[in-house]
């Protein structure tokens, strides 16, 4: 374990024709982070954390960030299969058995559905306040209705931590930035918004140990989706941080890093 | 020229400080403040004002939709032209237009769309639109696709009426097993297609490439100059010479018998404290994936907040620059001759009044029309050799290229 800062290094790999980029930091066993609907900051205390411990990619989904837009691409199991081809094909990543593969929001959806296509590939599967699974009290939250700012702001259960990350204002790159994300989620996940209604019947097939991390005070997916992965995945099981809204790992990074790596080693 | 007759038919009666407390007078404001009563005399003075549009000398009447919002009534624009299909006997019916986006079966509206052009004896006008950022919302239509879906609509519909069935269709958002629908229209080679819009560049260039007119909604004439430039350009690069009777234009225009009442009555333009569409709200307007790129930057300012509506602006500064025309018809003649002058349309539309001006005043305004500003308008359009696609027997498209007109007519 290295106590300097970890360095990134940026790649781009061409999957399905699309450039897709991947930020790369840290040694260790292979760790890959799929980010949120809102796409990621580039850096993230979050991400260092784990660098100290493991090989960790993020890679940015196609369309999001500084990922190229596929044209054709317009559902999240087409998403999860991309990631299944990269990780494939990159040298870090090609035994799966190896893996862990941890899911932020959106990118635990997806990584879900990763899950359900290669039940017995991955070592260890972290899903934090996934979306992907209908629920059946409340709603997910629907970002078509409310601006860019207060879509990111109710992901926060600190706010504080949405002016360090993004600043009080965001500059306009940013918000358009978050358009276009979010341009890309409308492209993909649309209708039904934010779940895939087959994805319950199929997590009952996945070996892979699974811890299911939800924040407290998530506004954005209810806590009962957690449960619903919880009981759906056979061996899973769910841990609810406190002070933590959608974001987990932007509102409560060195905790969520510590659930991650002390579940990853184990 | 052709000159039409239009009403947004305004939904006036509700309780505009409930609008002003909610914030937005959109999609999301609830419906709750729809009084039905109101609605049945509205939807029926209206229908009223058609028949004396066309009593007064108007060529069209122009109707259109919208959705989940008191801006205009009218849900579905083609129920309105199956029963003036009916009612009237003359004027050319002018659907500005169907959202093709926000439909799952577009061989439905091509069907709907051949029906009102039989029943009406051939004056059926079909325009197609994209339909507002806010309805993408109340349809549950991806906001992303509108233009994708738009296009193959409007390619699957012009097939409908144009190609003999049964085919299959097999497109991204359109797959349709078995195309042949019994009910075809009566104008061959098929109705025309007009195509309004007000502000995306990408809807003008679709339209000056199909050879279609465009219709620009109540902009600005500089603004509308900028678009005869672009759609002349795209126009000459596409193999047709453009000009006037490819160019509409509808104008927010108010008569009456003084000044003063008019200007009173045309604030009324105004009547939901924002841009014609309503009080806007800046995220529902403008959802992700359906305003132009090249406006992106302008958007998500909107959408927080820090800029103004781009498509929005004040009532003197409207007056000022004749987006909104107000007076008796002696003051308003020589404020249309400048707007014929400098932006040469041979299409127009009259959008007579709006908002809580009263059912007299809306009469007085459309006879006021026809019967001093239609004639002079007629007189100014010789002059300036503004001849409509049917005076200049324009062809219906590019594809289509010659005039439509009823089957056993030719």
């Given at each position: 374990?290295?106590?300097s800062?970890?360095?990134w290094t940026?790649e781009t790999?061409?999957i399905?024709?699309?450039?897709?980029?991947?930020?790369?930091?840290?040694d260790?066993?292979?760790?890959v982070?799929?980010?949120?609907?809102?796409g990621?900051?580039?850096r993230?205390?979050?991400?260092?954390?784990l660098?100290?411990?493991?090989?960790v990619?993020?890679?940015?989904h196609?369309?999001?960030d500084k990922?190229?837009?596929?044209?054709?691409?317009?559902?999240v199991?087409?998403?999860?299969?991309?990631?299944?081809?990269?990780?494939?094909?990159?040298?870090v990543?090609?035994d799966p058995?190896?893996v862990?593969l941890?899911?932020l929001?959106?990118?635990g959806?997806?990584?879900?559905?990763?899950?359900?296509?290669a039940p017995r590939a991955?070592?260890?599967l972290v899903l934090?306040?996934?979306?992907?699974?209908?629920?059946e009290?409340?709603?997910?939250?629907d970002q078509?209705?409310v601006s860019?700012?207060?879509?990111?702001?109710r992901?926060?259960a600190?706010?504080?931590?949405?002016d360090?990350?993004?600043g009080?204002?965001?500059p306009t790159?940013?918000?358009?930035q978050?358009?276009?994300?979010?341009e890309m989620?409308?492209?993909?996940a649309?209708k039904?918004?934010?779940?895939?209604p087959?994805?319950?019947?199929?997590?009952?097939g996945?070996?892979?140990?699974?811890?299911?991390?939800?924040?407290?005070?998530?506004?954005i997916?209810p806590?009962?989706?957690?449960?619903?992965f919880?009981?759906?995945?056979?061996?899973?099981?769910?841990?609810?941080?406190?002070?933590?809204?959608?974001?987990?790992e932007?509102?409560?990074?060195d905790?969520?890093?510590?659930?991650?790596?002390?579940?990853?080693c184990? | 020229?052709h000159?039409?007759?239009?009403t947004e038919?305004?939904?006036?009666?509700?309780?505009?400080?409930?609008?002003?407390?909610f914030?937005?007078?959109?999609l999301?404001?609830?419906n709750r403040?729809?009084?039905?009563?109101?609605?049945?005399r509205?939807?029926?003075?209206?229908?009223?004002?058609y028949r004396?549009?066309e009593?007064?000398?108007?060529?069209?009447?122009?109707?259109n939709?919208?959705?989940?919002?008191p801006?205009?009534?009218?849900?579905?624009?083609n129920i309105?032209a199956s029963?003036l299909?009916a009612m009237?006997?003359r004027?050319?019916i002018?659907?500005?237009g169907?959202?093709?986006?926000?439909?799952?079966?577009p061989?439905?509206?091509a069907?709907?769309?051949?029906?009102?052009?039989?029943?009406?004896?051939?004056?059926l006008?079909?325009?197609?639109?994209?339909?507002?950022?806010?309805?993408?919302?109340?349809?549950g239509?991806?906001?992303?696709f509108?233009?994708?879906?738009?296009?193959?609509?409007h390619?699957?519909?012009v097939?409908?009426?144009t190609q003999?069935g049964?085919?299959r269709?097999?497109?991204?958002?359109?797959?349709?097993r078995v195309v042949?629908?019994?009910a075809?229209?009566?104008?061959?080679?098929?109705?025309?297609v007009?195509?309004?819009?007000v502000?995306?560049?990408e809807?003008?260039?679709?339209?000056?490439?199909?050879g279609y007119?465009y219709?620009a909604l109540?902009t600005?004439?500089?603004?509308?100059k900028?678009?005869?430039?672009?759609?002349d350009?795209?126009a000459?690069?596409?193999?047709?010479?453009?000009?006037?009777?490819?160019?509409g234009y509808?104008?927010r225009?108010?008569v009456?018998?003084?000044e003063e009442k008019?200007?009173?009555n045309?604030?009324?333009?105004m009547?939901?404290?924002?841009?014609f569409?309503?009080?806007a709200?800046?995220?529902?307007?403008?959802p992700?994936?359906?305003?132009s790129?090249?406006?992106?930057?302008?958007?998500?300012?909107?959408?927080?907040?820090r800029?103004?509506?781009?498509?929005?602006?004040?009532?003197e500064?409207?007056?000022?620059?004749?987006?909104?025309v107000?007076?008796?018809?002696?003051?308003v003649?020589?404020?249309?001759?400048r707007l014929?002058?400098?932006t040469r349309?041979?299409?127009?539309?009259f959008w007579?009044?709006?908002?809580?001006?009263?059912?007299e005043?809306t009469?007085?305004?459309?006879?006021?029309?026809?019967?001093?500003?239609?004639?002079?308008?007629r007189?100014?359009g010789?002059?300036?050799?503004l001849?409509?696609?049917?005076?200049?027997?324009?062809?219906?498209?590019r594809?289509?290229?010659?005039p439509?007109?009823p089957?056993g007519a030719?």
């Amino acid at each position: 374990m290295s106590t300097s800062p970890p360095v990134w290094t940026s790649e781009t790999a061409s999957i399905a024709g699309a450039a897709v980029h991947v930020a790369r930091a840290g040694d260790g066993d292979p760790l890959v982070v799929l980010h949120h609907d809102i796409g990621t900051p580039e850096r993230l205390p979050f991400y260092d954390a784990l660098a100290r411990d493991f090989t960790v990619l993020v890679p940015s989904h196609p369309g999001y960030d500084k990922s190229e837009r596929p044209a054709w691409l317009r559902n999240v199991r087409d998403l999860a299969v991309v990631h299944q081809w990269l990780l494939a094909s990159h040298d870090v990543t090609r035994d799966p058995g190896r893996v862990t593969l941890v899911g932020l929001g959106f990118g635990g959806w997806i990584a879900a559905e990763m899950a359900t296509m290669a039940p017995r590939a991955f070592r260890r599967l972290v899903l934090v306040g996934a979306m992907g699974i209908k629920p059946e009290r409340g709603e997910i939250a629907d970002q078509a209705l409310v601006s860019y700012i207060d879509y990111v702001r109710r992901g926060f259960a600190d706010q504080q931590a949405f002016d360090r990350i993004f600043g009080a204002e965001p500059p306009t790159a940013m918000l358009e930035q978050w358009d276009l994300n979010r341009e890309m989620t409308f492209r993909i996940a649309w209708k039904p918004y934010m779940y895939n209604p087959s994805l319950p019947h199929l997590l009952g097939g996945v070996a892979t140990p699974t811890l299911v991390v939800w924040g407290r005070e998530d506004r954005i997916v209810p806590l009962e989706c957690g449960e619903r992965f919880a009981k759906a995945l056979p061996q899973a099981r769910l841990t609810v941080v406190d002070g933590a809204g959608h974001w987990v790992e932007m509102d409560k990074p060195d905790e969520l890093a510590r659930l991650v790596g002390g579940f990853a080693c184990t | 020229m052709h000159l039409m007759y239009f009403t947004e038919q305004p939904m006036s009666a509700y309780d505009a400080q409930e609008g002003l407390k909610f914030g937005a007078t959109a999609l999301m404001f609830s419906n709750r403040h729809f009084d039905p009563v109101a609605g049945s005399r509205l939807y029926n003075e209206y229908l009223e004002h058609y028949r004396l549009a066309e009593a007064a000398g108007f060529d069209g009447i122009m109707l259109n939709e919208h959705h989940n919002a008191p801006f205009c009534m009218q849900a579905k624009c083609n129920i309105f032209a199956s029963i003036l299909a009916a009612m009237t006997k003359r004027v050319k019916i002018v659907l500005l237009g169907n959202p093709l986006p926000l439909a799952d079966n577009p061989v439905r509206l091509a069907e709907e769309l051949a029906m009102i052009d039989m029943i009406s004896g051939g004056r059926l006008v079909s325009g197609f639109v994209r339909g507002g950022g806010q309805e993408q919302l109340a349809a549950g239509v991806n906001p992303a696709f509108n233009r994708e879906r738009f296009e193959e609509a409007h390619e699957l519909i012009v097939k409908a009426w144009t190609q003999t069935g049964p085919f299959r269709f097999e497109g991204t958002h359109y797959q349709h097993r078995v195309v042949n629908p019994w009910a075809v229209p009566l104008q061959k080679p098929h109705p025309r297609v007009w195509i309004p819009g007000v502000l995306s560049k990408e809807t003008i260039v679709w339209a000056a490439q199909k050879g279609y007119p465009y219709i620009a909604l109540s902009t600005e004439i500089e603004a509308t100059k900028k678009i005869w430039e672009l759609y002349d350009k795209v126009a000459a690069d596409a193999g047709h010479a453009g000009g006037p009777e490819f160019r509409g234009y509808l104008q927010r225009c108010h008569v009456a018998e003084t000044e003063e009442k008019a200007l009173a009555n045309a604030r009324q333009f105004m009547w939901m404290q924002g841009e014609f569409t309503g009080l806007a709200h800046p995220v529902w307007s403008s959802p992700s994936g359906y305003f132009s790129p090249s406006y992106r930057a302008a958007f998500v300012e909107y959408a927080v907040g820090r800029r103004s509506n781009p498509r929005g602006a004040a009532f003197e500064d409207q007056l000022q620059n004749q987006q909104i025309v107000a007076g008796t018809p002696k003051t308003v003649i020589p404020k249309l001759r400048r707007l014929l002058e400098e932006t040469r349309p041979s299409i127009m539309g009259f959008w007579a009044s709006d908002g809580f001006v009263s059912n007299e005043d809306t009469r007085t305004c459309i006879r006021l029309l026809g019967e001093e500003v239609l004639p002079a308008l007629r007189e100014i359009g010789k002059e300036l050799g503004l001849w409509s696609p049917f005076e200049a027997n324009a062809p219906v498209s590019r594809a289509f290229p010659e005039p439509a007109r009823p089957a056993g007519a030719r």
